[in-house]
C-alpha cells in the first residue's frame, strides 16, 4: 500500500480509504469483516460523515455507530487508523436533509455527535461536507478554532468546495484547508475533459467545477476521490456492469496484465494522475477491498491512463 502526503503537510496516509458511507446497512459482525479487511489491505484511513446510514431504528448516523461498535469488536484500535468525518448538512426530525448549515453552532455540535456514536474522543480531520450558501467564513473560523484548542479535531478540509469557494474560506480560517473531496473515477472524469476542451463549444468545454484540479494541484489540496466505481450519482457500478462493455473489456485487459482485479485497475487509473489523489473506496464487500486495495501498487503507463478514459466514453479533440 502507497502513502500520499496530506495537502502541504508532512502527514502521510495510504493513498486508498475505507469510506463507511454504506456500513449503516451492514449488520456488526459484517462491519468488523469490512475493517479488517481494510486494514489487513494496509488502508489507515476512514471516512464518514455525520449523515450517513438511515437505519429505521438508528436514524442519521447509523454507519458511525457501527463503525463504533466494530472498532471495539474488531481487535483493532484507534490508533490503527486516521478518522476523518464530515458535518454541516442538517437533517430534521423524519431524517430528511432540509438544510446545509455550516453556523458555528451547527458544527460544534456535529462534532459532538460524531465522537458520541464513534466512541472516540478525537477526530484527525473534520470537513465540511458541501458548501453552504448561507456559510459565514468567520462562523466556521471560529468553530475551527474552538474545535482544535479542544482537542477535537486535528485537521481541517471540504468536501465539493469549488476554487472561488475554497479562497473564500481559506480567507477566514486559521488552520489551512488540506482537502477537498470531488467525485471522480472513470465513470465520472468531468474535472480532467474540461481541461482537456478548453476554448471549445462542446460537451466537455463546459466548465463544471472552476477548474478545481488544477486550483488544488496549485494549491496543495488532497482531492479525495469519492465513488470511485460509480457512474452518474450512486446510479451504480460501471465494474462488470453489462452497460459498459468497452470500459470492462479494456479493464478486465489490464487487470490480467498487472494480475488483479477490476476494481484495481479503475484505481490505479485515478492514482496515475500526477495530483496525487487518494482514492475514498466504498465496498463493504472484504474481497473487494482487498482487490481494490492492490491498486495503489500498480503504476499504468500514460497509453493505458488513455486507453482506459477512451473506453470509458471520452474522446480526444
Ligand atoms: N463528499 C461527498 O459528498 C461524498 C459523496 C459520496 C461518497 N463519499 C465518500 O466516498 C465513499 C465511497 O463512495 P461509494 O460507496 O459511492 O463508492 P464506490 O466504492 O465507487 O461504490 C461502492 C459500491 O460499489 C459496489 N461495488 C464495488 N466494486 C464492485 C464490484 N466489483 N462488483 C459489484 N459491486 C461493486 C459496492 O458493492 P459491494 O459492497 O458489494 O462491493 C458498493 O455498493 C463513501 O463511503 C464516502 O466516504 C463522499
Known amino acids: 500500500m502507497q502513502t500520499v502526503k496530506i495537502g502541504n503537510t508532512n502527514w502521510q496516509t495510504s493513498n486508498i480509504a475505507l469510506g463507511i458511507m454504506r456500513m449503516g446497512t451492514l449488520s456488526v459482525p459484517q462491519s468488523v469483516a469490512a475493517l479488517?479487511?481494510?486494514?489487513?489491505?494496509?488502508?489507515?484511513?476512514i471516512d464518514?460523515?455525520?449523515?450517513?446510514?438511515?437505519?429505521?431504528?438508528?436514524g442519521r448516523g447509523s454507519s458511525e455507530i457501527h463503525f463504533g461498535q466494530?472498532?471495539?469488536?474488531?481487535?483493532?484500535?484507534?490508533?490503527?487508523?486516521?478518522?476523518q468525518s464530515k458535518g454541516g448538512l442538517y437533517a430534521n426530525a423524519a431524517n430528511q436533509i432540509t438544510r446545509y448549515d455550516s453556523s458555528k453552532e451547527h458544527l460544534i455540535a456535529?462534532?459532538?455527535g460524531i465522537l458520541r456514536r464513534t466512541g472516540i474522543d478525537y477526530l484527525d480531520s473534520f470537513l465540511i461536507h458541501r458548501p453552504d450558501p448561507l456559510m459565514e467564513p468567520e462562523e466556521i473560523a471560529a468553530a475551527f478554532d474552538e474545535l482544535q484548542a479542544s482537542g477535537k479535531v486535528r485537521h481541517f478540509g471540504v468536501s465539493n468546495?469549488?476554487?472561488?469557494?475554497?479562497?473564500?474560506?481559506?480567507?477566514?480560517?486559521?488552520?489551512?484547508?488540506?482537502?477537498?473531496?470531488?467525485?471522480?473515477?472513470?465513470?465520472?472524469?468531468?474535472?480532467?475533459?474540461?481541461?482537456?476542451h478548453t476554448n471549445m463549444t462542446d460537451q466537455g468545454s463546459v466548465d463544471h467545477d472552476g477548474g478545481l484540479?488544477?486550483?488544488?494541484?496549485?494549491?496543495?489540496?488532497?482531492?479525495?476521490?469519492?465513488?470511485?466505481f460509480q457512474y452518474g450519482?450512486?446510479?451504480?457500478?460501471?465494474?462488470?456492469?453489462?452497460?459498459?462493455?468497452e470500459l470492462n473489456r479494456e479493464l478486465a485487459k489490464l487487470a490480467e496484465k498487472y494480475q488483479v482485479s477490476k476494481n484495481a485497475i479503475a484505481v490505479a487509473w485515478i492514482l496515475r494522475h500526477p495530483a496525487h489523489m487518494q482514492v475514498l473506496i466504498g465496498t463493504m464487500t472484504p474481497a473487494h477491498i482487498l482487490d481494490s486495495a492492490a491498486g495503489s501498487d500498480v503504476t499504468l503507463t500514460k497509453q493505458e491512463w488513455y486507453d482506459l478514459y477512451l473506453a470509458a466514453g471520452n474522446e480526444l479533440p
Open 36 to 45: 479488517q479487511a481494510a486494514h489487513e489491505a494496509g488502508i489507515n484511513l
Open 48 to 58: 464518514s460523515a455525520d449523515i450517513y446510514g438511515n437505519d429505521p431504528e438508528l
Open 70 to 83: 466494530a472498532l471495539k469488536q474488531s481487535g483493532l484500535s484507534r490508533d490503527d487508523f486516521y478518522i
Open 110 to 112: 456535529a462534532v459532538d
Open 161 to 196: 468546495f469549488n476554487p472561488q469557494q475554497l479562497e473564500l474560506l481559506q480567507s477566514a480560517v486559521s488552520q489551512r484547508l488540506l482537502v477537498d473531496q470531488l467525485q471522480f473515477g472513470l465513470g465520472h472524469t468531468g474535472m480532467v475533459d474540461f481541461g482537456l
Open 213 to 228: 484540479l488544477e486550483y488544488c494541484r496549485l494549491h496543495q489540496l488532497t482531492i479525495q476521490t469519492w465513488s470511485p
Open 233 to 245: 450519482t450512486f446510479a451504480g457500478t460501471f465494474i462488470g456492469n453489462p452497460q459498459f462493455p
